[in-house]
């Protein structure tokens, strides 16, 4: 048992979960790092982290890793920061069922079990902190992007209605919702959609020249302009765990204030030129 406060944070592998938990330790958190991948595990358990396999997609991982955690803590979870996520791109019509599926699984699904899973416990103890990494992409959505989007307006909903089921138990609630982040994000879409919808350049997609444009773009590290580093990400989480009174969202990089702004002010017309140029971009 110790007297630290604790914290389970997800998709540390690399980017904001492998900084956040760099971050928190160094700020005398009791950081518990969970990674897809066992190698990844034990490459945090080598830095000196108690670390835990956690895959989205297996109940069981979900289910053994917060029960370790659990068990190092006598029973005791201060804040939960749902971050581990993926990129799937693609137009809509050249989605396959199952790999929206398998997209929603990762990015939503999973994220239920382990929230559901951790509740209890805050609800039990009195207080607690569930942090959800949204996305400039559950504000607005944006072409070739509609997996993604679909999962983040789920999460923006999701957690919206568990702020208010939760008022008064003790436990805050907050999503924070980056745009470009510096991190192996576009490079794992890349790698997705090869396995997902295949060559552009062997299927009779409507797009296929667009593909070829956008995954010449994201093999580059996607879009530059306005892009922050990781910690960009974490200064907000830490004020959403640490502060007495967590906001209900966090907006982190330029293009989030912008578009946070615009979507309210504009017409949908002109918000939707705006964001055929951002994707088109490629700053």
């Not at 039990?124 to 990494?133: F, P, S």
């Amino acid at each position: 048992m110790t007297d630290k406060r604790s914290i389970l944070i997800t998709g540390c592998s690399t980017g904001i979960g492998y900084s956040a938990a760099h971050i928190l330790k160094d700020r005398g958190w009791q950081v518990f790092p969970t990674c897809r991948k066992p190698e990844d595990v034990e490459r945090l358990c080598n830095e000196g982290f108690t670390a835990f396999h956690l895959d989205y997609c297996a109940s069981e991982s979900i289910h053994a890793a917060v029960e370790s955690v659990l068990t190092l803590t006598n029973g005791r979870l201060d804040a939960l920061y749902n971050n581990g996520a993926y990129g799937l791109p693609g137009a809509i019509e050249d989605l396959p069922v199952d790999a929206l599926r398998r997209q929603f699984e990762a990015n939503f699904f999973g994220w239920h079990e382990l929230t559901q899973r951790v509740i209890p416990t805050m609800r039990k103890q009195g207080h607690g902190r569930i942090v959800q990494c949204s996305s400039v992409l559950g504000l607005v959505a944006m072409d070739y992007r509609g997996a993604y989007n679909a999962t983040k307006f789920a999460l923006e909903g999701y957690t919206d209605t568990l702020r208010l089921e939760l008022h008064g138990s003790g436990i805050q609630v907050s999503l924070i919702e980056p745009g470009p982040i510096q991190s192996q994000f576009s490079k794992t879409a890349v790698k997705m959609f090869y396995e997902e919808i295949g060559e552009p350049a062997k299927n009779a997609s409507h797009f296929r020249e667009s593909y070829n444009r956008r995954l010449a773009m994201l093999a580059k590290g996607g879009t530059t302009k306005f892009k922050l580093p990781p910690d960009a990400v974490v200064n907000k989480l830490i004020h959403a765990i640490e502060a007495p009174k967590a906001k209900a969202r966090y907006y982190v990089t330029v293009p989030t204030y912008i578009m946070g702004t615009l979507r309210r002010i504009l017409p949908t017309s002109m918000v939707d030129m705006i964001l055929r140029r951002a994707a088109n971009s490629e700053e």
